[in-house]
């Protein structure tokens, strides 16, 4: 991630709004959302199933007209502007964008053509995008014979073949193993590295960890909190004890005794042998009692540290209820709206 001389930011939002109505009922799934996205680095956008991270997603890429405020990229309003917004951006949603009953060559090479590449410049331009995505090997198969990594990257390729200046993700490693998901952040991190912007909405703390340079979260359609993840976490208290069990089974006697010292409720990440909760303000002294209470109480610990508080601590202080491992976007319900 790097840093730019352009003052400009690549992406620039003031108090969107939109709203969606069923029979009687108007939701109001983005409420006053203010976004400054710096040319040349990645912002996380992490909140809650139905938070607004797809709604404010597809607005920017102007695929949703807001119902109010306003929003540039790149400096060309997504309303008034929007061809010229549309001609500098890429955008990777959640689920295949590309053709299943091609190949992965046929598919960049139609959208290459349809971009204006023709003869030599289109098959060179698809060439590099398979070598440079690892897919040389598979680019002659049908894109329903990939694997769930495979196809996110073909996804990524295809909303690459005009090297757009702004991409954004929507979630775009839902679902994939950690090996696949790992060569996703290499290729973003090649990208911002190349000088692109980033907007990348996430369900998965540690991808906002890794890769953005600023991370906002945003709960019923507000944003409630943005800054770096340093800045996040140190937000929500001194630290955060880090705990290891020997005994899985022994999970939730543990929370017990940790919330009982501590006086704060245990995050349960999702393996069975680890918890993690944040150290109060005022509650660095009581540090020193969770290990002697949990030996008192017959459980074995053999990993125990203090660290700053993770990104689920933040999350879980800011919006009252952890990031729920199975989140789906609110994406689907706004392709719903817009097919109304």
């Known amino acids: 991630m790097t840093d730019t001389p352009d003052s400009s930011p690549a992406v620039q939002a003031t ?25 040349g680095s990645v912002f996380g956008l992490l909140g809650p199933n139905g938070a607004g991270k797809t ?7 102007t695929l949703l007209r807001p119902d109010g405020g306003s929003a540039r990229v790149l400096g060309h309003d997504v309303v008034h502007d929007a061809d010229a917004v549309r001609s500098a951006v890429g ?23 349809l971009y204006g590449f023709r003869g030599r410049a289109a098959t060179d331009r698809v060439a590099s995008l398979l070598e440079a995505f690892s897919l040389t090997d598979a680019g002659p198969r049908q894109v329903k014979t990939y694997s769930g990594g495979m196809r996110r990257r073909i996804d990524l390729a295809a909303s690459l ?30 990208l911002v590295d190349d000088g692109a912007t980033v907007l990348l909405t996430t369900q998965y703390l540690e991808e906002a960890d890794q890769l953005a340079d600023r991370i906002g979260v945003i709960d019923h359609g507000k944003l409630i909190a943005e800054g770096t993840s340093t800045e996040l976490k140190r937000s929500v208290g001194q630290g955060a004890v880090e705990i290891r069990l020997a005994d899985a089974a022994q999970r939730a006697e543990a929370v017990a005794v940790v919330q009982r010292v501590l006086g ?38 053999p990993e125990f540290s203090l660290g700053q508080p993770s990104l689920d601590e933040v999350f879980l202080t800011l919006t009252g209820a952890p990031l729920p491992a199975d989140e789906t976007s609110d994406g689907a319900a706004v392709e719903q709206e817009v097919a109304r």
């Open 55 to 61: 709604t404010v997603v597809r607005m920017l890429a």
């Open 15 to 39: 108090g969107l709004v939109k709203h969606f109505t069923s029979g009687k009922k108007t939701t109001k799934a983005v409420d006053g959302v203010d976004l400054t996205i710096p040319t």
């Open 264 to 301: 704060t409720a245990p995050t349960l990440p999702t393996d069975p042998y680890a918890l993690s909760a944040r150290v109060p303000d005022d509650g660095a002294h009581l540090v020193a009692q969770v290990l002697p209470a949990l030996g008192e109480a017959g459980i074995a610990v």
């Open 91 to 113: 955008l990777t949603g959640q689920y295949a964008s590309v053709d299943e009953d091609l190949t992965g060559t046929e598919n960049l090479l139609m959208l290459a053509r």
């Open 161 to 190: 073949v005009l090297s757009p200046r702004v991409l954004f993700l929507d979630e775009p490693t839902t679902g994939l193993d950690p090996r696949s998901r790992n060569q996703v952040w290499d290729i973003v991190r090649v």
